[in-house]
């Protein structure tokens, strides 16, 4: 679980972050949704330590993260995995040189150990036969792939995903989206989202953030979305006419249920 409480930082005289408070919790996916520019990068840079927040606190499962030297921290880092926008992999580097990096840089670990785990963590990813491939040789969904068996190889507690739809069409997003929900739940991952994809919001959003010009609006699931009466994510979620009906109707099929007449 991370903690954020108060959370405040500024550039110059421009305030970003305005004192947010919310949980990431352990097994689900932790979406950080808002308009462009509304601090959702800011946050996550805030939360593995790239950038310093100015006050408040970040908590790892309790251990003040933010008030923590960079040596400190190692031990944190170590158990974080990272998913890039773009996957970010290394041109020169096959996909199972990419994927065993972070093994080389980080474990003691005999080549025998590291391959073992470089194949397993691609055949989680349903990655199984692309081991020597280039990322050039390889689509868009795949080098995503390859990210997310990068970004599990050493086992993480918690994992940061910018923006894992980018880039893609919307059913290879889905499959994305299924694949970081399903690792995040049978590893019991602390697994925090910055999207704004509203597919990802409906589909895999176990717990959401708001943020609105730098505070957190709102905070819920997407089960709570449907019933919400916040304006502000109304109308950012449910931008158009298309989806309010959606939501409309989604609402009722729910009360349906509820009152079993559905
Ligand atoms: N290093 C920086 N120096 C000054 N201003 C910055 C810096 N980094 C971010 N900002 C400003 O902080 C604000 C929030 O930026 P941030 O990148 O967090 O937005 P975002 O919600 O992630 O947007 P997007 O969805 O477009 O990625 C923006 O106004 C941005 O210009």
């Not at 990419?98 to 349903?126: G, I, Q, T």
């Not at 919001?201 to 609006?217: A, F, R, S």
């Amino acid at each position: 679980m991370i903690e954020l409480k108060n959370v405040c930082k500024r550039f110059g005289d421009k305030e970003i972050l305005k004192g947010i408070s919310a949980i990431m919790e352990a097994g689900k996916a932790n979406l950080i949704i808002g308009a462009s520019g509304s601090g959702k990068t800011v946050l996550m840079k805030c939360m593995v330590g790239l950038l310093e927040v100015d006050a408040g606190e970040i908590l790892y499962d309790g251990i003040s993260f933010s008030s923590m030297s960079n040596a400190e921290r190692k031990h944190i880092r170590k158990e974080i995995g990272m998913l890039f926008q773009g996957a970010a992999l290394f041109d020169s580097m096959t996909v199972e040189q990419n994927v065993m990096f972070p093994l080389e840089m980080f474990s003691n670990l005999s080549y025998r150990e590291r391959k073992k785990r470089v194949d397993a963590c691609l055949a989680r990813v349903n990655l199984q036969d692309a081991h020597k491939k280039y990322p050039a040789e390889i689509s868009g969904g795949m080098k995503k792939r390859v990210g997310i068996a990068r970004a599990i190889v050493l086992n993480p507690k918690y994992l940061f995903c910018d923006e894992p739809n980018s880039g893609l069409d919307p059913q290879t997003s889905m499959l994305i989206d299924k694949l970081i929900h399903e690792i995040t739940v049978e590893y019991n991952i602390t697994t925090v989202i910055n999207t704004h994809d509203m597919n990802s919001v409906m589909e895999i959003g176990d717990h959401i953030v708001y943020l609105y010009e730098g505070k957190k609006q709102w905070e819920g699931s997407n089960k709570d979305i449907i019933f919400s009466k916040d304006e502000k994510l109304n109308q950012f979620i449910f931008a158009s006419q298309f989806l309010q009906d959606a939501k409309e109707m989604r609402q009722q099929e729910l009360l349906n249920q509820r009152s079993g007449t559905g």
